[in-house]
């Protein structure tokens, strides 16, 4: 299938650096040709804002082609997307003798011709395949082919056994499926088996050492890529037209085994064992899902690492893209000085032009602001490429109109899609990667086509606050979420206060430890968002660019893990909802996410806290009660998804709500993990009640204070007709207090 790609783009090996480290650009031309000579410039920026709304702060990016300007020479570089394993050397045997592939396969899909095993040999190759025909086999060399099928379809999300058996003495092939029942309880199959026959005289079979590809037909550019789960994938000595037994195991096979493939070994890695006595190892290209129930799963054990044996099934998909594995085009080493802040490398060509967009942390030995902003780059990530399948022409023309980001991820699925979408074959998409092009992460990206503002999220979106923070003068840092992770508490110590963007969604159990000691150790967090600290994600050392995501039960959920699939891959820790893990976003922001809409959004009105004399210098010259009744995000600082105060559920006792909204719009409803029933609620309130964001002030007993304003569109409110207005001069004071380690304010109840 062939996919549009953009003029020119890329993506670095990293999204953050210090002064003295080099970053790695990875660049392709779709277009490169003798007209242009493959040429590409690219230079330094630094932006400050990224939103292209023509009534707000504008997109502000700063040229920095004095520090670094350079030509160079590119070229289109491929990107091969599909989860597969490869064997180097398949198991050496007589060519001349009779022999068996087979595995048990669970079909995502049944609309066309996916591989299942594949084998190279001197003289031929063996493809085993499902497809609209059912189990096929081909087997293709200089002499001629052979191709049988079953002509049976495989029912799609079930379990079988497929095979094929071939002798070159007598030239017959035979190819098999058997239905097989579900849930590993007995080991009897649903249906007779079917058998198709066929003969191929002069018949010749690969003799080893040739390479075998799982889940894809090989060579340099595998293709035929299978969508659902395969299992015990096996290459036996002899011939067969039928199994007794089925679901046999591989150690079932032992007398016959020369190769067979022990998805149960190694699950957290890459790395693919041979059970055989040949030791034909492999590894797993572009990261398909593992721990994933098999047929043997009962249900007995819930989590992989108790019963891997139940969990020896690997789901590839054909859309999976771990790496574009491209080769580098230039590197870029942070000069000594520069100020920490979110830069971008501006790529243009003859055809079109893209911005890779990187963060500058302080040098290590300083010296730094008083202020971090804590960039949800994992967050980024789990949303990159995200095709919402909103892209209309209104969208385009208003694209157009404000000289946005012209590309979407709809458009352009050959750079992969993100954790809230589905794989062709329907399951929820786990992985994702930030070495590939990240569309959504350019500056003027717009998410929606938004009435009432600019329709950004993110990246995007939290510029709205990088702007307000150099037009309000306060010096900043910039520090990642992938930083937080690798580093801890140490990265968060030397500041005064750590700000958050607008949706710091998913984090890691290191990143919300380092986190809560920052603030109980006499830290200050501003937390400028909503959904805040919600999903667990889980991160592998041996490959820091991806982050896993597993939906499970709970929570507002745009796919959900299959049952007994609740556990990371990466580190072998329960997923989902942070709440769930006993852990809720209340313990450490005061709030949590209570209520979802529209992008649309609402204000806050000042409660009676907001008027105690303790409190004062939050509001200090705001004499209005309504705050936030305007905004770049949905028109409203409370908006599209809203957080609340809950003592049960870890609020401190000290904390006051200083305001909260009102009026919520007419498609905000309470999410999920506050409803028990339809009719009773985990609070008792109303489900009306519950869609309410609340803002919140806390102090901590080592002289730490917490500021949260529970909803997502907060920070599009600090501009109005420039950055002037209620909320903004809220949160100047709250910066300025923060930032100066002032913390003789006052506690309250709520």
């Known amino acids: ?94 060519a001349r003798a009779a022999c068996t592939w087979t595995a048990l396969v669970w079909p995502g899909r049944a609309d066309r011709i996916q591989t299942v095993l594949h ?101 340099s550019h595998p293709h035929a890529h299978f969508d659902g789960r395969i299992e015990d994938p096996a290459i036996l000595s002899g011939w067969t037209d039928g199994f007794a037994d089925p679901c046999a195991t591989l150690a079932d096979f032992a007398d016959a085994l020369l190769a067979g493939w022990d998805f149960a070994r190694g699950i957290g890695g890459v790395a693919i064992v041979d059970a055989g006595p040949s030791g034909c190892h492999g590894v797993a290209v572009n990261l398909p899902a593992r721990a994933m129930a098999g047929i043997r799963w009962t249900g007995r054990e819930t989590c992989w690492r108790h019963a891997p044996a139940d969990y020896a099934a690997i789901h590839f998909h054909s859309d999976d893209l771990e790496d574009c594995g491209w080769e580098p085009g230039f590197a870029f080493t942070i000069p000594a000085g520069l100020r920490s802040g979110c830069y971008l490398l501006h790529l243009t060509c003859a055809g079109g032009e893209d911005w890779l967009p990187f963060y500058v942390l302080p040098a290590r030995d300083g010296p730094r602001a008083p202020i971090a902003f804590l960039a949800a780059t994992f967050t980024y990530i789990a949303y990159a490429n995200h095709a919402r399948g909103n892209v209309d022409d209104a969208y385009r023309a208003r694209v157009a109109a404000w000289g946005a980001y012209p590309h979407n991820p709809q458009d352009y699925p050959i750079y992969g899609v993100s954790t809230y979408n589905r794989h062709p074959d329907g399951s929820g998409v786990s992985l994702s990667s ?76 290191r990143m919300l430890d380092a986190l809560l000691a920052y603030t109980r150790g006499g830290g200050r967090l501003a937390y400028l968002g909503g959904n805040g600290f919600y999903w667990r994600i889980a991160r592998d050392p041996a490959r820091p660019h991806a982050i896993e995501i597993r939906r499970a039960e709970g929570g507002v959920r745009a796919w959900a893990a299959e049952p007994g699939e609740y556990f990371h891959q990466l580190d072998g820790q329960l997923g989902g909802m ?77 904390a006051v709500i200083l305001a909260r909204s009102e009026n919520p719009p007419d498609s905000a409803e309470a999410v999920l993990e506050e409803l028990l029933s339809h009719l009773s609620t985990v609070t008792g309130e109303t489900r009306a009640a519950l869609v309410r964001a609340e803002i919140v002030y806390f102090t901590t007993p080592a002289g730490g204070e917490v500021f949260s304003v529970g909803s997502i569109t907060f920070c599009g409110s600090l501009w109005r007709n420039g950055f002037e207005g209620p909320v903004s001069r809220l949160l100047d004071n709250v910066v300025r207090r923060f930032a100066r380690g002032d913390n003789s304010g006052g506690d309250g109840k709520f």
Not at 122 to 129: A, D, G, P, Q
Not at 445 to 473: M, V
Not at 627 to 644: C, K, N, P
């Open 1 to 94: 299938m062939t996919h549009a790609e953009l003029p020119v783009t890329g993506y670095l090996s990293r999204l953050s650096a210090r002064p003295g480290e080099t970053i790695t650009a990875y660049v392709s031309l779709a277009n490169a040709g003798p007209g242009d000579g493959g040429r590409y410039r690219a230079r330094l920026e630094r932006m400050i804002c990224a939103d292209p709304h023509p009534d707000g702060p504008g997109r502000r990016i700063e040229d920095l082609s004095a520090l670094f300007d350079q030509e160079f020479t590119g070229a289109r570089q491929p990107i091969h997307l599909g989860s597969h394993i490869v064997v180097p050397a398949g198991p050496r045997r007589d």
């Open 119 to 219: 084998e190279a040999g001197e003289y031929v190759t063996v493809t085993l395949s499902v497809g609209p025909e059912g189990a096929m086999a081909e087997l293709n060399g200089p002499g001629g082919g052979a191709r049988v099928a079953t002509g049976q379809k495989l029912a799609p999300r079930r379990w079988h056994r497929v095979w094929l058996s071939a002798d070159p003495a007598t030239g017959e092939i035979v190819v098999g499926q058997i239905a097989l029942e579900q849930g590993g309880h007995a080991r009897t199959p649903d249906t007779a088996a079917t058998v198709a026959r066929g003969i191929r005289p002069g018949l010749r079979l690969p003799g080893g050492g040739g390479a075998v590809t799982i889940a894809a037909s090989g060579g």
């Open 434 to 509: 930030r070495l590939r092009p990240i569309l959504t992460m350019r500056p003027g990206f717009l998410t929606f086509n938004d009435p009432r503002g600019s329709g950004t999220r993110h990246f995007i979106a939290d510029s709205h606050l990088l702007a307000w923070l150099e037009e309000k003068g306060h010096a900043y840092d910039i520090v990642t979420d992938e930083d937080l992770d690798d580093e801890g508490l140490g990265l968060l110590q030397p500041y005064a206060a750590v700000l958050t963007g607008s949706h710091p969604e998913y984090h890691t159990e």
């Open 578 to 654: 942070w709440r769930r893990n006993r852990r809720p976003p209340q313990q450490l922001a005061g709030v949590g996410f209570s209520g979802q809409g529209l992008f649309e959004g609402t204000y806050f009105r000042r409660l009676p806290a907001s008027h105690d004399p303790a409190y004062a210098w939050l509001f200090e010259g705001i004499p209005e009660q309504i705050i936030g009744d305007y905004g770049l995000s949905g028109g409203g600082a409370a908006g599209f998804e809203f957080d609340r105060a809950d003592r049960d559920l870890g609020t401190p006792d000290n």
